[in-house]
């Protein structure tokens, strides 16, 4: 079984790996905005998950002790994707709003593909 941790651990190797490849892009070519956009909807898009990896482990450790639980980070991971978009906004011509959008999705996107394969491997 993996926890949580290790999960995010993989993730975290895999968008690296993907943010070398926006930085490269972003260097080397004319689509500057749309490459800005994806590396900066994937930082916020890592934090977010970041975020909820960490009060998952606090939830998970708050109902193994019997106490009460509080929220899981909702509120802020949205107002943190709100405030990629604003930056997008801001800054129009060093980010592409429509790209940061992608970017933010891009972690859970890879969860989604990490979980496929782990599933494939083990049956």
Do not use: C
């Not at 930085?23 to 994937?42: D, K």
């Amino acid at each position: 079984m993996h926890t949580l941790r290790n999960i995010f651990n993989r993730q975290k190797k895999a968008l690296f790996f993907l943010l070398a490849l926006f930085v490269i892009g972003w260097a080397f070519t004319e689509y500057r905005p749309f490459f800005g956009g994806l590396i900066l909807g994937s930082l916020f898009g890592l934090y977010n998950f970041w975020i909820l990896v960490r009060r998952m482990e606090r939830f998970d450790q708050s109902i193994s002790e019997g106490k009460e639980t509080r929220s899981i980070g909702t509120a802020l991971r949205f107002g943190s994707g709100v405030a990629a978009a604003a930056i997008a906004l801001s800054m129009p011509e060093e980010f592409n709003l429509i790209s940061t959008v992608i970017g933010l999705m891009i972690p859970y996107i890879l969860l989604l593909v990490d979980r496929i394969v782990v599933h494939v491997k083990h049956f």
